[in-house]
């Protein structure tokens, strides 16, 4: 098979059923495919939603098919199953807020196909209102946290301006074509990462392995970044996101550049909260959250022990279930 969908879905009904709809209305239709949709153990009917999707979608529901987990998991973990279950050479991994535009399918094949010795290939994210978003960078170092710190990172580090297929460091994974060979020689996505620099880690493995990784401006999925305007996670969501650029920076350059790269960081995040004071619209205590928790992120309950709680609720709630039968 030539292509699988991945999409993983953690209680995002709505924003799914229209990933899933602009999947059949942009798919290329010579290309042979599967649909495979991760359920994260949501909460809000997205399985049901799902399988009535299938129903309704005709021949090309019968490509599609739906994993349902009775525990949450993190987006790592999730990302690997669907590469494991995969029966594409080739999987586009989308997050369920992801909508791709016309022609984005072929010139991410294109890409690929193009150069052989490419391991991934992002699409160009755009927010609602069409304006693009960053999603392509060089890797993280402690050059790219010293060029954050002094307010350069948009010249030095963002590789996703220009309208060319090129190599950069790394894409965000919301839209990313992968080679799924490629994805198993690295051994796929390490679940030491719960969300959050997953796919930089992974596409980092990918680029000491030998492989490239491709930014594809002609490829363009409408992101709406449900986690990241989702202000109800809040703290849990900052917690998380300097954990995972912690641990990648560990992982990858040592404790003592991790240690130098969240000062870096936390210093970043300061002049803007003082700047978000004369801003309206601005929220200085956001700022000043980031800048807090990007030093002992550890210290902090994240997404994961989110995650964590409410497996623990699913498993005692079972077992009242159980008590009562």
């Known amino acids: 098979m030539r292509l699988s969908y991945c999409v993983v879905n953690t209680s995002g009904r709505d924003d799914l059923l229209a990933c899933l709809d602009a999947i059949r209305a942009t798919h290329p239709e010579d290309v042979e495919s599967e649909v495979l949709v991760l359920d994260n153990a949501s909460d809000d009917g997205s399985a049901d939603a799902v399988g009535a999707w299938i129903g309704r979608a005709g021949g090309f529901g019968e490509r599609a098919r739906l994993l349902e987990r009775d525990r949450r998991a993190g987006k790592a973990e999730n990302d690997t199953l669907l590469l494991r279950e995969a029966a594409g050479e080739l999987c586009l ?5 992801s909508e791709l535009r016309p022609g984005s399918v072929e010139a991410l094949l294109d890409a690929l196909d193009a150069s052989p010795g490419a391991g991934a290939a992002g699409a160009r994210l755009l927010d609602t209102g069409g ?3 960053a999603c392509a960078w060089r890797l993280p170092g402690l050059g790219t946290a010293l060029a954050q710190a002094l307010f350069l990172h948009r010249r030095l580090v963002t590789q996703s301006g220009g309208d060319e297929t090129r190599e950069v460091g790394w894409v965000q994974s919301a839209a990313m074509l992968v080679r799924r060979s490629a994805a198993a020689e690295v051994g796929y996505l390490d679940p030491k990462f719960f969300v959050y620099s997953d796919e930089t880690d992974f596409q980092k493995r990918l680029r000491d392995a030998g492989f490239s990784i491709l930014f594809v401006p002609a490829a363009e999925a409408v992101h709406h970044e449900q986690l990241a305007t989702d202000r109800a996670a809040g703290s849990r969501r900052v917690t998380e ?14 404790r003592l550049a991790a240690a130098i790269a969240r000062a870096l960081t936390s210093w970043s995040y300061l002049p803007r909260a003082l700047v978000a004071v004369a801003l309206p619209g601005h929220s200085p205590s956001w700022y000043w959250l980031h800048a807090r928790r990007t030093l002992r992120p550890w210290r902090h309950e994240g997404l994961a022990e989110a995650a964590e709680a409410y497996n623990r609720r699913l498993t005692d709630a079972q077992a009242r279930a159980a008590r009562a039968e």
Do not use: I
């Open 93 to 97: 991994l989308l997050n369920e807020d």
């Open 131 to 133: 304006t693009p978003l």
């Open 241 to 254: 996101f300097h954990r995972g650029r912690d641990l990648y920076m560990r992982k990858h350059h040592g």
